[in-house]
């Protein structure tokens, strides 16, 4: 892919409001514009359906965000790495997420996350 067809903030969102209303829903008017928020908001709707039990929604959420990084551009591959994969590695750790996260998640999620901090492990 080229660098100019790399997957930018808006592409990211519109893609997020066409495959999971839910998680466009949550958020918030503070959100809305700036990426760091908005990865944070689709962070802690995953963390909330790891902590309802709800693996099908974890996969299908971590699947799109790992597909996402691979074709992120700069500035998303990097709310993507701060908002989402260290925020989550440093945040709350159970063992319900943590089954989750060995279950749902794609092995490369799952290995930036225990290499961030190995209570993942």
């Known amino acids: 892919m080229s660098p100019s067809k790399r997957l930018n903030r808006d592409a990211f969102i519109q893609a ?11 958020f918030g008017e503070i ?12 962070r ?7 902590d309802e039990g709800r693996g099908w929604d974890v996969e299908r959420y971590c699947r799109f965000l790992a597909d996402a990084l691979v074709n992120a ?3 998303l591959d990097n709310a993507i790495g701060v908002s989402f994969l260290e925020d989550f590695a440093l945040g709350d750790f159970t063992s319900q997420r943590r ?3 060995h279950q749902r998640m794609p092995g490369s999620m799952r290995d930036e996350i225990v290499r961030i901090d ?4």
């Open 44 to 50: 802690r709707c995953v963390e909330r359906a790891m």
């Open 73 to 75: 551009d700069d500035s």
């Open 118 to 121: 190995n209570r993942w492990r």
């Open 31 to 42: 959100d809305q514009g700036l990426l760091h928020l908005e990865v944070a908001a689709f």
């Open 99 to 101: 089954e989750a996260v």
């Open 16 to 26: 997020i409001e066409a495959q999971f209303p839910e998680v466009a829903e949550t």
